[in-house]
């Protein structure tokens, strides 16, 4: 996939994924997202669909699952340990020196 369609995959999913972790969700001893999905780029200049998610989490495995037969060849998945948020800045950027 190129980067375009790539991203247009991943928002189509993360749509999907969120669905399908409201029908199940996790025990509350499992705090934070157990699933990401990012772009994972290929030797060759495509791109695949990153899924990693929680070792350990049988929720997670499920959604894994489905997303790789919904995606097909095009996905990259691998599980994780505890997965975190990471904040996204906002606000003016200091310059590059």
């Known amino acids: 996939m190129d980067h375009q369609q790539a991203r247009r995959v ?6 999907h994924v969120r669905a399908l972790l409201a029908e199940h969700p996790a025990p509350r001893s ?7 999905l990012g772009l994972a780029p290929r030797p060759d ?3 695949a669909l990153a899924v990693r998610y929680q070792l350990g989490a049988p929720t997670t495995r499920m959604v894994a ?4 037969e919904q995606v097909g060849p095009d996905v990259d998945i691998r599980r994780t340990g505890r997965i ?6 906002t606000g003016p950027r200091a310059p590059v020196r």
């Open 10 to 15: 991943k928002e189509q999913v993360a749509q």
């Open 30 to 36: 499992a705090p934070g997202p157990q699933v990401s």
């Open 45 to 47: 200049g495509s791109f």
């Open 65 to 68: 699952r489905q997303v790789a």
């Open 84 to 89: 975190h948020t990471t904040p996204v800045p």
